[in-house]
C-alpha cells in the first residue's frame, strides 16, 4: 500500500526556516515524480516545488525560487522540502505527493492532477 507522511510543519516567525519530510513506503521513490503543493482554505491547490524522475530536475513555483529546495533521497524513500526566508504568505497546508511516471518536463507536470499518491498534508503557519 503506497503511504506518503509529511512532518515538519509548524509555526515560525517571518524570515525563519522550516524543514518539511515526507516519508514515502510501499514503492520505491527511485524513478517516480515527486511533488509539494499546498492549499489555503478556498484556494485551489497550488504548486510549491517538483522533482522528475527521469531527470531528476527540480521546479519551483516563481514565489519560492531562490528560498525553497527540494530533495529526494531515494536511498531512505525520504523526498525533503527545505523553506528558507519564510513569508506570512507561505502559510497554508503542504502536501507532498507521488507519480510513478518520469515527467521529464517537470515544469508542464507540476500540477495537482497529474500526482497520484498524496500525504495527508502537514500545516506551516508564518507569523510574527
Known amino acids: 500500500q503506497v503511504q506518503l507522511v509529511e512532518s515538519g510543519g509548524g509555526l515560525v516567525r517571518p524570515g525563519n526556516s522550516l524543514t518539511l519530510s515526507c516519508a514515502t513506503s510501499g514503492f520505491r521513490l527511485g524513478h517516480y515524480s515527486i511533488g509539494w503543493f499546498r492549499q489555503v482554505p478556498g484556494k485551489e491547490r497550488e504548486a510549491v516545488s517538483c522533482?522528475?524522475?527521469?531527470?531528476?530536475?527540480?521546479y519551483y513555483t516563481a514565489s519560492v525560487q531562490g528560498r525553497f529546495t527540494i530533495t529526494r533521497d531515494d536511498a531512505k524513500d525520504t523526498v525533503i522540502l527545505q523553506m528558507n526566508n519564510l513569508q506570512p504568505e507561505d502559510t497554508a497546508v503542504y502536501y507532498c505527493?507521488?507519480?510513478?511516471?518520469?515527467?521529464?518536463?517537470?515544469?508542464?507536470?507540476?500540477?495537482?492532477?497529474?500526482?497520484?499518491?498524496w500525504g495527508q498534508g502537514t500545516q506551516v503557519t508564518v507569523s510574527s
Open positions: 505527493a507521488a507519480d510513478p511516471r518520469s515527467f521529464d518536463n517537470i515544469p508542464k507536470y507540476c500540477r495537482s492532477y497529474y500526482f497520484q499518491h
Open positions: 522533482s522528475s524522475g527521469g531527470t531528476r530536475d527540480a
